[in-house]
């Protein structure tokens, strides 16, 4: 994970955590959990975890980073969040039957895809809301700022990722980690020597066939997602993190795009599912459409215009490790006039994308010098 990410995976957790609150019905609780104090509780631990990992001081982060914006964009928030809070305590009772029932069907369509933000869900729950005058005003306005208050924790991240004084200041602190773990490594392999020389030597080669099977066993269930971690550059010039999740998942989050990119900066682009002999991935992808000349994609409708697919009519996409080069199947799709929902020159929409109209195609990354 680089230090943007590292700042992002802090300053979005109050976003994070009001998904969940989103998730369970609990209106009131996610409100609160968006305040401009969490917010600003969750900037500084950003700031924090990125000036540990780098091994500088706080100060120096915060220099880098434009704090006053901040502090003026924590404002509106605070104003937009106590509107909203006051008008749902006032008439909470009467707006609890109609949030059960508009979340009841949604929740699901729209949550759980990762990288979408709090504030693309919100904008689907605001038209929820069109109806009753009293919660649609201020629940818009605060949809708002989060939308600001999320572009805003990007910006910050790509401003800690491209610092070049802060670059050598995290490669140094590495080094002196990785450091510090062979010293420790040598340690204890000193004392284990002296152990197996002196005292269980005789044990260990009466049981070595026991040993040797248990190893064999251990290493056959490990997944070997080591050689995919680290920083890769895709031919298209976007370039993305591999990051370690829970049990044989590799996420590949964008860090920067390529001038004809269809990512954003945060986009999980893809996921590697490795088998428990290595030999075999397996790849979920984000497929978004490719619009028009001149068209945008609204931020309101990210969240329905993405799709994840780990297979095109029956054919699970796959990915190939060979060295430094990775080779991934990805997903082109081409999406009609028809199938979006244009106001303007921006999409608000999209109709469930139709996989007679998508294709596979062959991602090649290398991995980046230096990481």
């Not at 409100?31 to 990992?53: H, I």
């Not at 993305?240 to 986009?267: C, I, L, N």
């Amino acid at each position: 994970m680089t230090l943007g990410g590292i700042f992002q995976q802090n300053a979005l957790s109050p976003i994070h955590w009001a998904e969940q609150r989103l998730r369970r019905q609990q209106v009131a609780e996610m409100l609160n959990s968006v305040c401009a104090d969490q917010l600003a509780a969750a900037l500084a631990n950003g700031t924090k975890a990125v000036a540990r990992a780098a091994g500088v001081g706080e100060q120096m982060v915060r220099g880098i980073l434009p704090v006053n914006h901040g502090t003026e964009l924590l404002g509106r928030v605070a104003i937009c969040q106590q509107g909203a809070v006051e008008v749902w305590n006032q008439h909470q009772s009467s707006l609890a039957g109609l949030v059960q029932g508009f979340l009841g069907g949604f929740v699901e369509g729209y949550l759980g895809i990762e990288g979408s933000g709090v504030g693309d869900f919100l904008s689907q729950l605001a038209g929820g809301f069109a109806r009753d005058a009293r919660f649609r005003g201020p629940m818009q306005e605060l949809v708002q700022r989060l939308t600001e208050y999320e572009q805003y924790v990007h910006h910050c991240a790509a401003l800690l990722d491209t610092n070049p004084e802060l670059e050598r200041a995290w490669r140094a602190s590495k080094r002196r980690t990785a450091l510090g773990w062979t010293t420790a490594v040598l340690v204890v392999v000193a004392i284990g020597f002296g152990l197996w020389r002196y005292v269980v030597r005789d044990a260990l080669a009466t049981s070595s066939g026991a040993t040797n099977a248990s190893t064999a066993t251990t290493s056959a269930t490990m997944p070997p997602i080591a050689p995919l971690l680290g920083r890769w550059r895709a031919e298209d010039g976007n370039v993305f993190e591999a990051v370690a999740q829970s049990g044989a998942d590799v996420k590949f989050m964008v860090v920067s795009t390529g001038p004809s990119s269809r990512y954003k900066p945060g986009d999980v682009a893809f996921t590697t599912t490795s088998s428990n002999d290595g030999n075999n991935l397996q790849v979920e992808v984000l497929v978004k459409p490719a619009l028009p000349t001149g068209v945008r994609l609204d931020s309101a409708a990210q969240a329905r215009c993405i799709e994840l697919w780990s297979d095109l009519q029956g054919k699970p996409l796959r990915a190939a490790l060979d060295g430094d080069r990775l080779t991934v199947e990805g997903i082109k799709l081409d999406v009609p006039i028809t199938g979006l929902d244009l106001h303007g020159g921006r999409v608000v929409g999209c109709k469930k994308f139709d996989p007679a109209r998508a294709a596979k195609i062959a991602l090649t990354l290398t991995r980046t010098p230096g990481q």
